[in-house]
């Protein structure tokens, strides 16, 4: 019998997994740059946390949620997501008495009970920045500009930002009533129904076209902000365009939950199909209290890996002739030269020299091979005949030229031509 990865998992594999490896750590550059710090955080919280941060009514909550109890009967659940545990980390440790914003960036592996398909995963990976503890649009506009500096990084160009803003506890509760009002009178099944009365912001998000061809003439956000949100928005975009960053409003972006206040942003890329978010945020002022926590106005975003990969391969910016896994490369002659070659290989990787050498007692044909394979620019051929003359032949693999290098100086003169 032999294993497969689960459902909806998939495992990254060199070369390729190299190129992931240096994607995450594009994609919060900007935020490193702007002072946001590394937190990390547990893969597994209690369930409640999750339940009350990201909403009882969400599908992640209600459907999507890897929940288990520990052999002690919590009931713990795999992190469907960043931004729960950065607050609950924020409050344990009681960052937010010390200079706010706290500002905080995270990587990790996210878990969620999706339908499998390209670009849905049930497991995936994303990258996080939070800026928690302020209320100022310069802090809105810095969040959004790191994300689509993070995507301009690795080159992108087909990234596109969406932003809204869904007001705050003065205005959205009269939005929602009128967006309620609507949508009672449009004919929906039972269980949009009752999202209608639980969540209705929810309901404009709903991607079945039956759905969204009733939604035409439904009440936006953007008409019904009161005075101050409305000035806080345009204050956010209007930084937004001193800064050049290109951004489409869009006034039917939404997020269903009642934290969740002014600013809401997505990046999408129309290479991707229906799963086309490669990343999204916003500001949610209500969660810490929802938390248990004092009133913390805070914004930050998560941005998906896998797709923003997806991204760049529709594009052509993934780069698939596998780069050279190490400079150089060992074949050794003979049981004597293998253990010199070992001892070689290691003071060359000692001195940042990236090495290999071939196992196995392989011959010279077959070592050669493996020189090719490894990409390495140069191959040291040591055989008896060398050994004895405490000499090594130094091949470079791109020309097919050979000179012979006293064992004593090969470290420094490989040095010189691999850097
Ligand atoms: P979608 O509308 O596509 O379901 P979402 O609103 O659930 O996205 P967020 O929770 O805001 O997404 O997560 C931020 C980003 O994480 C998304 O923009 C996407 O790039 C990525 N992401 C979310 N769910 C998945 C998944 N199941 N597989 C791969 N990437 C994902
Ligand atoms: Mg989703």
Request: glycine letters at 22%; hydrophobic letters at 30%; charged letters at 0%.
């Given at each position: 019998m032999s294993f497969q990865a689960p459902k909806g998992t998939f495992d990254w594999l060199p070369p390729r997994s190299e190129q992931v490896l240096a994607v995450r750590e594009a994609l919060v550059g900007p935020a490193r740059l702007a002072g946001y710090g590394y937190i990390e955080t547990p893969v597994f919280e209690d369930t409640q946390l999750f339940a009350r941060g990201v909403g009882e009514s969400t599908d992640i909550v209600s459907k999507e949620m890897y929940t288990f109890p520990d052999k002690a009967g919590r009931s713990l659940t795999l992190r469907p997501e960043g931004t729960a545990s950065v607050v609950r980390a924020v409050l344990q440790h009681g960052l937010?008495?010390?200079?706010?914003?706290?500002k905080l960036w995270y990587s990790g592996s996210q878990f969620r009970y999706e339908r499998a398909q390209k670009g849905r995963y049930r497991h995936f990976w994303q990258v996080g920045a939070e800026a928690l503890g302020s209320e100022d649009p310069a802090l809105d506009a810095e969040v959004v500009l790191l994300g689509a500096q993070g995507f301009a990084s690795l080159g992108l160009t087909g990234v596109r930002l969406l932003i809204n803003s869904l007001g705050d506890k003065t205005c959205r509760p009269t939005y929602r009533a009128a967006l309620q009002e609507f949508l009672r009178g449009l004919d929906l099944d039972a269980d949009t129904r009752a999202r209608i009365e639980i969540n209705p912001l929810r309901v404009l998000d709903d991607k079945r076209p039956e759905v969204q061809a009733q939604l035409t003439g439904a009440p936006l956000v953007i008409d019904h902000l009161c005075a101050a949100c409305k000035s806080y928005h345009e204050e956010v975009r209007a930084l937004l365009s001193a800064a050049g960053v290109a951004y489409e409003d869009d006034p039917r972006l939404v997020r269903g939950l009642d934290y969740y206040t002014r600013t809401t942003f997505e990046f999408v890329h129309d290479?991707?199909?229906?799963?086309?978010?490669v990343g999204g945020g916003g500001r949610y002022d209500g969660l810490s209290e929802m938390l248990g926590g004092p009133p913390l106005p805070s914004v930050g975003w998560a941005l998906g890996v896998d797709r923003t990969v997806l991204a760049m391969e529709a594009e052509g910016l993934i780069d698939d002739t596998a780069p050279g896994r190490v400079q150089v490369y060992g074949v050794p002659l003979g049981d004597e030269a293998r253990r010199r070659m070992f001892l070689l290989v290691t003071e060359l990787r000692q001195a940042g020299v990236s090495a290999d050498l071939a196992y196995g007692g392989k011959g010279l044909k077959g070592a050669m091979k493996g020189a090719d394979r490894s990409g390495a620019r140069f191959a040291l051929i040591l055989g008896e005949r060398d050994l004895a003359a405490q000499a090594v032949q130094l091949k470079d693999l791109t020309t097919a030229e050979q000179t012979e290098v006293p064992l004593a100086q090969v470290v420094d003169v490989l040095k010189g031509k691999v850097q």
């Open positions: 937010h008495n010390g200079q706010l914003p706290v290479g991707l199909g229906s799963q086309s978010a």
